[in-house]
């Protein structure tokens, strides 16, 4: 089992920044990719970044590449999205989630709201 918990989200103007963090509890972090998703109103949840177990590979959605930076800190157990240059379509719900086994992401946190304001 995994628990997720999401922060950091806001309102903020377009052009700025936030920085979400994802705290993670339960299996051993170091071992599962993580991930973040974000679901924007009347849309289908999106892909927006992902990370490999060690931090070494990072993949980005094309719609962020530039402006957002996915990072983990495992002696923290905790995953990072950094937002720059943000744009009022980034605004959604922002989702953690880890992938522990397989293909498919199979934890996912409560969400944070983004709201970008133009």
């Known amino acids: 089992q995994v628990q997720l918990v999401e922060s950091g989200g806001g309102l903020v103007q377009a052009g700025g920044s936030l920085r979400l963090s994802c705290a993670a509890s339960?299996?051993?972090?170091?071992?599962?990719?993580m991930g973040w998703f974000r679901q924007a109103p009347g849309k289908e949840r999106e892909f927006v970044a992902a990370?490999?177990?060690?931090?070494?590979?990072?993949y980005l959605a094309d719609s962020v590449k530039g402006r957002f930076t996915i990072s983990r800190d495992n002696a923290k157990t905790t995953v990072y999205l950094q937002m720059n240059s943000l744009k009022p379509e980034d605004t959604a719900i922002y989702y953690c989630?880890?992938?522990?086994?397989?293909?498919?992401?199979?934890?996912w946190g409560q969400g944070t709201q983004v709201t970008v304001s133009s």
């Open positions: 990370i490999s177990w060690s931090g070494g590979r990072t």
């Open positions: 989630t880890a992938r522990t086994t397989g293909l498919t992401y199979d934890y």
């Open positions: 339960g299996r051993t972090f170091s071992t599962y990719s």
